[in-house]
């Protein structure tokens, strides 16, 4: 049976993610986002939205971005 490459579960229904050149295999959707999915580089939340970036950082949110001095981003524009 395949093994979850992050828990190590023994599963038949198990299923494969590739991102770019990374490719795993997984028992759940959890592991796969615990495996596969960008981290905010300030809260250290698992991305799981589009998420900004700053200078090649990623961030949850641009709350998170100002928090650490990237001043440009915003999560909405005002009309």
């Known amino acids: 049976m395949p093994t979850c490459d992050t828990c190590g579960n023994d599963y038949d229904k198990t299923f494969t993610v590739t991102r770019e050149s990374i490719t ?15 981290e905010c580089a300030h809260c250290h939340c698992r991305i799981l939205g589009h998420g ?28």
Do not use: I
């Not at 950082?57 to 009309?79: I, K, N, P």
């Open 24 to 38: 795993g295999t997984y028992d759940s959707f959890e592991c796969a986002v615990d495996a596969m999915a960008p």
């Open 52 to 79: 900004v970036e700053a200078n090649g950082v990623m961030f949850c949110c641009a709350h998170c971005a100002r928090q650490v001095g990237q001043d440009q981003l915003t999560d909405r524009v005002e009309s």
